[in-house]
């Protein structure tokens, strides 16, 4: 039928990356698992509206009833601490925190299961999304994803910052990501616990990751290849939210996960810089991201409204939410699946964020300890 999946909306794209066309391969990244050769076909750079096309056409997940794209995860429905490997090696062991959940994996395991991950994409349709990790050009990092997942891809265009048309063609990415779900680690082969496995290599900047379809696995790993090069440049890595009042002062909300930052962030008589990732540096504070990850269980359009409308948006991505399977109308009360629903909207679906995503030195600091 015209217009559908095999028709003209789903024509081959000049930007899809083919035989004849070479991407700009990011430094310390090694021919084998750049440009084409790794999938069997990877469309770069679409827009989130062709990005939906794929996604139904795939069968990935559900449009609901007023836009928002919503997925399962399957058994990861938050991230997975245990199963996640920085390489220890003599480029970066001595900057490294060991111990915790920082984990060494040996450069060599790292590399078996590189190649075994690239070999087990080889004849996978991939999607590249092209972005910026930090809003002050002096301190951004640029970041090429690929994810077997053509919502995982809309997450990456939301939750990073998209580069402009100029920017894009003159893109040169600093560090790769390289998401996987459907890769399976063998724990008696590759020693690892579980057949699920995020490996980070420092020098090489490559985030790989297997096993897992939550998508905040790609977010945290961006952080943490900020949050071990800014230090080095004068800058102060931070797990927090920002906003910035009417008269230019600045407040900083510290806090794990689930305590509130987003929430207290939104505040409709501010601006808000960011909702959990931020850099402090000589010149004021800055946003990592370009969007939110936000969770969504029991979200009130009375308390919490900005938040709130974002689930009614065409283009955010919704984990894990319930939906009615003939209404496609969404319960956010509901912890059917887990209590960690989340959603990922771009900053710009919050009517007081800031464009520019930068302000000036915090004059407010407030650490929170409990949920809001």
């Known amino acids: 039928m015209a217009g559908g999946p095999s028709g003209p909306a789903h024509r081959a794209r000049s930007d899809d990356v083919s035989a004849s066309q070479t991407l700009t391969a990011p430094s310390g990244f090694t021919a084998d698992a750049t440009q084409s050769s790794l999938g069997r076909r990877a469309s770069a750079n679409l827009s989130v509206a062709e990005l ?3 996604a139904i056409r795939r069968d990935e997940g559900f449009i609901a009833a ?25 480029g970066s062991h001595e900057g490294v925190w060991w111990g915790g959940f920082n984990q060494p994996i040996s450069e060599e395991r790292y590399d078996r299961l590189r190649a075994r991950i690239v070999a087990h994409l080889a004849d996978r349709e991939l999607f590249i999304q092209d972005c910026f990790v930090g809003a002050d050009p002096a301190y951004r990092r640029s970041v090429r994803a690929y994810t077997e997942s053509a919502w995982a891809s809309i997450f990456c265009r939301n939750l990073f910052r998209t580069p402009s048309a100029a920017e894009l063609a003159a893109f040169q990415p600093d560090f790769t990501i390289i998401d996987a779900p459907s890769f399976r680690a063998d724990p008696a082969r590759d020693g690892t616990p579980s057949e699920t496995v995020i490996l980070v290599h420092l020098s090489r900047q490559e985030i790989l990751i297997g096993g897992t379809e939550y998508a905040g696995e790609m977010k945290k790993g961006a952080f943490g290849i900020m949050n071990y090069r800014l230090p080095d440049e004068g800058v102060l890595p931070m797990h927090s939210s920002v906003n910035v009042g009417q008269g230019g002062d600045v407040a900083i909300f510290f806090g794990l996960s689930g305590t509130g930052k987003t929430t207290l962030s939104a505040d409709p008589e501010r601006t808000l810089i960011g909702d959990d990732e931020h850099g402090w540096g000589p010149e004021g504070v800055f946003n990592f991201e370009g969007g939110c990850y936000a969770k969504t269980i ?28 003939v209404t496609r109308d969404l319960d956010l009360d509901s912890d059917e699946l887990t209590e960690n629903t989340r959603g990922a909207f771009p900053l710009e679906f919050i009517s007081n964020s800031s464009d520019e995503g930068r302000a000036g ?10 949920d809001a």
């Open 66 to 90: 007023e836009g928002p794209f919503v997925v399962r995860t399957g058994a990861h429905t938050g991230r997975s601490p245990r199963d996640k490997f920085i390489v220890d090696e003599p």
């Open 52 to 54: 939906y096309e794929h």
């Open 361 to 370: 030195h915090p004059s407010n600091v407030v650490l929170l300890t409990a």
């Open 298 to 325: 029991r979200l009130s359009h009375i308390y919490e409204p900005d938040i709130y409308s974002t689930t009614r948006r065409f283009g955010t991505i919704l984990e894990n939410v319930a939906i009615d399977p």
